[in-house]
């Protein structure tokens, strides 16, 4: 697991970053394409 994946998760699941800061969060990679999956529940698509 990366190391911010439980901040980036708890920050979408309160509402406080959409998505499209979720796939922000893959680019500067802190988290993987597959943590983007399991948080969103959405493919990533780079």
Known sequence: MSS???K???Y???GL???S???N???KSWITPA???EI???VYEG
């Open 12 to 14: 979408y699941e309160r």
């Open 4 to 6: 911010k994946y439980e």
């Open 21 to 23: 800061r979720v796939r």
């Open 35 to 37: 943590e983007f999956e």
């Open 40 to 42: 969103t529940g959405n």
């Open 17 to 19: 970053w959409d998505i």
């Open 25 to 27: 969060a893959v680019v």
């Open 8 to 10: 980036v998760k708890s």
